[in-house]
C-alpha cells in the first residue's frame, strides 16, 4: 500500500521567513515561495544581529500558539524534512520576538537559502519551472 503524506497546515498562523544565511535577499524569496503554496506569511526579515549564520535551515515555532505546531511541521517537510523545534520569545530574528499572529520562525540557513521549493524537495525541475535567469547577459 502507498503511503500518503497528509496534507499540509497552511493556515491557522502565520509564517515569518529570518535570513539566516549569508545570501542577500533570500528571506523575501523564500516568502514568495512559501505563500505561494498556501501558507500565510508575515513579513520576510533578517536574523538577529548577534545570531551567526546558518548553515542549515531550522524551524521553531511558539508552543504558546495552538496552531503553530501542526503549520511548523508542514514548512519543516515543505523544506526537506526538517525537525521543527518550540522556541520560546526572544527569539532570533531582527525583532527578537514573534511578530503578532506569527507562530512559526524559518531561520533559512545556507542550505536551502536561493532555492526553490522543488530543488529543496530534490524534485526534477524542467527549464519551465526554473526561475528565469537574466536575459541577454
Known amino acids: 500500500p502507498t503511503t500518503t503524506e497528509p496534507p499540509l497546515v497552511t493556515t491557522g498562523t502565520k509564517v515569518q521567513v529570518a535570513n539566516c544565511s549569508t545570501q542577500n535577499?533570500?528571506?523575501?524569496?523564500?516568502?514568495?515561495?512559501?505563500?505561494?503554496?498556501?501558507?500565510?506569511?508575515?513579513?520576510?526579515?533578517?536574523?538577529?544581529?548577534?545570531?551567526?549564520?546558518?548553515?542549515?535551515?531550522?524551524?521553531?515555532?511558539d508552543s504558546t500558539d495552538a496552531n503553530a505546531q501542526a503549520v511548523a511541521e508542514s514548512v519543516a517537510r515543505t523544506l526537506g524534512g526538517l525537525t521543527p523545534e518550540v522556541k520560546a520569545?526572544?527569539?532570533?530574528?531582527?525583532?527578537?520576538?514573534?511578530?503578532?499572529?506569527?507562530?512559526?520562525l524559518v531561520l533559512l540557513g545556507d542550505d536551502t537559502a536561493?532555492?526553490?521549493?522543488?530543488?529543496?524537495?530534490?524534485?526534477?525541475?524542467?527549464?519551465?519551472?526554473?526561475?528565469?535567469?537574466?536575459?541577454?547577459?
Open 89 to 104: 520569545n526572544p527569539v532570533p530574528n531582527e525583532a527578537g520576538v514573534y511578530p503578532e499572529g506569527t507562530g512559526v
Open 25 to 61: 535577499g533570500a528571506a523575501g524569496k523564500m516568502t514568495t515561495a512559501l505563500s505561494g503554496i498556501g501558507f500565510l506569511m508575515a513579513e520576510a526579515t533578517n536574523c538577529s544581529p548577534t545570531q551567526a549564520k546558518l548553515a542549515t535551515t531550522q524551524v521553531v515555532y
Open 114 to 137: 536561493g532555492k526553490t521549493l522543488d530543488q529543496i524537495a530534490g524534485k526534477s525541475t524542467t527549464g519551465t519551472t526554473a526561475p528565469p535567469t537574466s536575459a541577454g547577459a
